[in-house]
Structure formats: structure tokens, C-alpha cells
């Protein structure tokens, strides 16, 4: 089981809304595609940066933090 106790969004330029919105989005990926036999690790803290130029389109924004999310899952995994 994953359970995320919490998700920090900052995006300079967009309003609240948008950044809960940015992070609903991001957890309906996550629950889509966790693997389930990740095993019940605790992992303290995942960071996430990306470039502010690679778009402000929120859906490929949450693909992309959902990416990187799930690959240091699985590498903690290991």
C-alpha cells in the first residue's frame, strides 16, 4: 500500500486552485499506476523539480511529477 501523507505544490505564476487542481491530478496517476507489490516502505521525503519552461499545460505537469514519483518509488523499492 502507498499513502501519501502530503503533497507540496509550488508553482510560481498560478493560483491555489490551480495547484490543487495540479495535485488531484498528480494522485489519480499515482493510484493508477503505483505497482502494487511495492511493499510497505516508509520514504521520508520525494522531491520533484521541474523546468518552468517545459509547459503550463497541468495534464502533462502531472504525467511528469507522477513520472519522477514513481520512479524514486520503485528505486526505493530496491
Known amino acids: 500500500m502507498i499513502q501519501i501523507d502530503e ?15 495540479l495535485g488531484r491530478q498528480v494522485a489519480e496517476r ?8 511495492s511493499g510497505n516502505k ?3 521525503e ?3 523539480q521541474l523546468q518552468s519552461t517545459i509547459t503550463n499545460d497541468t ?3 502531472a504525467d511528469r511529477i507522477a ?6 518509488i520503485k528505486l526505493a523499492s530496491l
Do not use: S
Open 7 to 21: 503533497l507540496q505544490i509550488r508553482m510560481p505564476g498560478k493560483n491555489n486552485e490551480e495547484a490543487i487542481g
Open 30 to 37: 499515482l493510484a493508477d499506476t503505483v505497482p502494487e507489490n
Open 42 to 44: 516508509h520514504i521520508p
Open 46 to 48: 520525494i522531491r520533484v
Open 59 to 61: 495534464t502533462q505537469m
Open 67 to 72: 513520472e519522477q514519483i514513481i520512479q524514486q
